[in-house]
């Protein structure tokens, strides 16, 4: 006879088990298709006040890492040897809101490097790097406050432009100056310290090219008019070579006279 089973046990056997397999793979679907959650690698992952936190700091990274945490809102890249912030660098990480990429060796900032992040950015920390100029679409549209403090900036129209449209740091703002500039008495100079003096890069700048264009095409109109010179002089030595070939050549009269002599000789 079969014994009577206790109500804690499950009616069926076979039932059981695949109730327990599609269990399993149900999590296994919610695991693949939840955000990437794991830490980089020799990176640090925490929350604090709510927030994912990722900690990079002082870790010999020489790029940023690629596999962030889809949730991060906080990344401390400070310290480290990365040279270039490229396109799309944040990638899928839409809750992004600091960025701190101080202290490394940044010389090179692509123009789509905050693509997607732009809207949610509110703090980006740029200082004391290698970064002497940016494309103007690089910060286009960016809300963050930006510290660009102690870097060898060239200062000149584009520079002008890209500083026109940012929210940069009042703390730091004195302490992003020309390191080299289009006119050499600017360069050491606070970057606001000589705009706020009246300076226009963007109109030395048009000058400059206005100069360039003009000793261009005086070049041109000097080659032009040393060509019509050569030219009108090969043609004259030439003109002057079969006019000398002309004048050797024996005249009508002299040749009339020849023939005559010949006949009267026969």
Not at 86 to 107: C, G, M, T, W, Y
Not at 251 to 256: D, H
């Amino acid at each position: 006879m079969w014994k009577r089973m206790g109500p804690n046990m499950p009616k069926n056997p076979l039932t059981a088990a695949t109730s327990a397999l599609l269990w399993a793979l149900h999590l296994g679907m919610v695991f693949i298709s939840s955000p990437a959650t794991a830490c980089p690698k020799n990176c640090n992952c925490a929350e604090k006040n709510g927030l994912a936190v990722v900690q990079c700091v002082s870790r010999n990274l020489d790029e940023i890492p690629s596999d962030l945490p889809r949730d991060t809102a906080v990344l401390l890249l400070a310290s480290n040897h990365i040279t270039k912030i490229p396109n799309q660098a944040f990638k899928d990480l839409h809750r992004l809101q600091e960025v701190d990429l101080s202290n490394n060796a940044i010389e090179s900032v692509d123009a789509g490097a905050f693509q997607g992040v732009a809207d949610s950015l509110r703090v980006l920390d740029l200082a004391n790097n290698r970064i002497r100029s940016v494309p103007k679409e690089a910060f286009a549209r960016l809300r963050a406050k930006i510290n660009l403090s102690n870097n060898p900036w060239h200062c000149e129209c584009s520079l002008q432009e890209v500083l026109r449209e940012l929210r940069l740091d009042p703390d730091t703002v004195n302490e992003v100056s020309c390191h080299t500039a289009v006119q050499d008495e600017h360069a050491g100079k606070p970057v606001i310290q000589v705009l706020d003096s009246g300076i226009n890069f963007c109109n030395f700048h048009h000058k400059t090219t206005d100069v360039a264009m003009f000793v261009t095409m005086f070049g041109w109109f000097a080659m032009v008019i040393a060509y019509v010179i050569y030219y009108v002089r090969h043609n004259q030595e030439d003109a002057r070579r079969h006019l000398e070939y002309l004048k050797s050549l024996p005249s009508s009269s002299q040749i009339s006279k020849d023939l005559d002599t010949i006949s009267t000789g026969l």
